[in-house]
């Protein structure tokens, strides 16, 4: 079984700028959920979705946005770049079941590097 | 923010030595799952502990969990080269809707 895809790997952009960021989750996993790495806040939740609704939701500005597809595929966009949104983006699904995903193990993709200048 | 704070922040050890890191977290949990991130690179689940749960194994790997004291502990017997990571406890809360936080990672380094 394919593992969690992200795409890109990398990407540089512009303050101000808007990025889109893919995710791809293991077949058959319907959660899937976003986190935000930096050196200095961590790991930062930022969204989760199950079967295209938005299940719960961090403490992000609102441009942060995000979205699942039927195949559950994700996306999540941030709008006007600043500076401080370099960190690496990191998606995780997890088991189809609502009630059991709360009791299975997150399985993440290798992340989106991205780099604001 | 973290729910979880670890300890050490970071562990330096040789290897076939043991290494213990440790988890305290503030709220009423469902699960407390552990992660290890190599450099760059994606997490990867090592072990998923129930608040029900008080100590489970997978290989070299013990977890503990004292609800009590709303902490946890990794131990990763015999370590190796390859176990140099950092490792995060995360924690499942109790409602419906709870996300997994993240605690702020141990830092292990392993040398030959």
């Known amino acids: 079984k394919a593992g969690v895809t992200q795409t890109p790997r990398y990407l540089i952009k512009t303050r101000g700028q808007q990025v889109t960021l893919s995710c791809s989750p293991i077949?058959?996993?319907?959660?899937v959920s976003w986190y935000q790495q930096t050196p200095g806040q961590g790991l930062q939740f930022l969204f989760e979705y199950f079967s295209e609704t938005q299940r719960n939701k961090g403490n992000f500005p609102g441009r942060f946005s995000g979205r699942q597809f039927s195949n559950s595929r994700s996306e999540m966009n941030v709008s006007t770049l600043e500076l401080g949104d370099s960190a690496l983006y990191l998606c995780?699904?997890?088991?189809?079941?609502?009630?059991?995903?709360?009791?299975?193990?997150?399985?993440f993709g290798n992340g989106t590097r991205l780099t604001v200048t | 923010s973290q729910q979880g704070e670890e300890d050490p922040q970071a562990l330096s050890i040789q290897e076939g030595e043991n290494a213990t890191m440790n988890c305290s977290y503030k709220t009423s949990i469902n699960n407390l799952q552990w992660y290890r991130q190599n450099s760059g690179r994606g997490l990867v689940h090592l072990i998923l502990?129930?608040?029900?749960?008080r100590e489970k194994h997978s290989g070299r790997l013990r977890v503990t969990l004292d609800t009590s004291k709303k902490s946890s502990s990794l131990l990763i017997t015999a370590s190796r080269a390859a176990d140099t990571a950092s490792y995060f406890c995360a924690t499942r809360g109790t409602g419906t809707a709870s996300k997994l936080t993240f605690g702020t990672g141990t830092r292990l380094q392993v040398t030959l």
């Open positions: 077949s058959g996993h319907r959660s």
């Open positions: 502990i129930r608040s029900n749960e």
């Open positions: 995780a699904s997890s088991l189809p079941d609502m009630a059991s995903s709360y009791n299975s193990p997150l399985h």
